[in-house]
């Protein structure tokens, strides 16, 4: 399996909320099922996944710890003017909107969209070793 196919799964995963969508890699095939409780033509998991160690679920976004301490780990090196605001933001629902509002008001989303990016990455190659799956 190549990063790119397991960052697509991961993506898949975390577009919804946790546990709605899922993802198995088969840890030695690299084979990948998905099924999802919204989407109910996608329901392809093994039988057996929970019970083979073969198999193990690709994490969700919050799994991985890659939602607010990314946030503010980006305010904190890139743009600390805007700690206060951005904390005030994350009190509310809606949060990312408005945060990637901002940060489109402030000429940085792109910088964020990068940051995250990379996070990401380095979240998805820890478990990869953590959890002994070999990416080509």
Same mark, same amino acid.
């Given at each position: 399996?190549?990063?790119?196919?397991?960052?697509?799964?991961?993506?898949? *995963? %975390? &577009? &919804?909320?946790? %546990?709605?969508? %899922?993802?198995? #890699?088969?840890?030695?095939?690299?084979?990948?099922? $998905? &099924? %999802? @409780?919204?989407?109910?033509?996608?329901?392809?998991?093994?039988?057996?996944?929970? @019970?083979?160690?073969?198999?193990?679920y690709i994490p969700h976004q919050n799994d991985l710890d890659l939602?607010?301490? *990314? *946030?503010?780990?980006?305010?904190?090196? =890139? /743009?600390?003017?805007?700690?206060?605001?951005?904390?005030? #933001? $994350? =009190?509310?629902?809606?949060?990312?909107?408005?945060f990637r509002d901002l940060l489109m008001e402030k000429n940085?989303?792109?910088?964020?969209?990068? $940051?995250?990016?990379?996070? #990401?990455?380095? &979240?998805?190659?820890?478990? /990869?070793?953590?959890?002994? #799956? *070999?990416?080509?």
């Open positions: 399996m190549t990063y790119e196919t397991l960052e697509e799964a991961f993506l898949f *995963v %975390s &577009a &919804a909320p946790h %546990s709605e969508n %899922s993802a198995v #890699i088969n840890r030695k095939t690299g084979e990948l099922f $998905f &099924a %999802s @409780e919204e989407m109910t033509d996608l329901d392809e998991l093994p039988e057996d996944a929970d @019970e083979n160690d073969d198999y193990i939602g607010k301490p *990314v *946030v503010m780990d980006f305010v904190r090196n =890139r /743009c600390p003017n805007l700690i206060d605001r951005v904390q005030a #933001i $994350f =009190r509310r629902k809606g949060a990312y909107g408005r940085l989303l792109d910088d964020w969209y990068t $940051f995250e990016q990379q996070r #990401i990455r380095e &979240a998805l190659l820890q478990w /990869c070793e953590e959890n002994k #799956i *070999v990416l080509d």
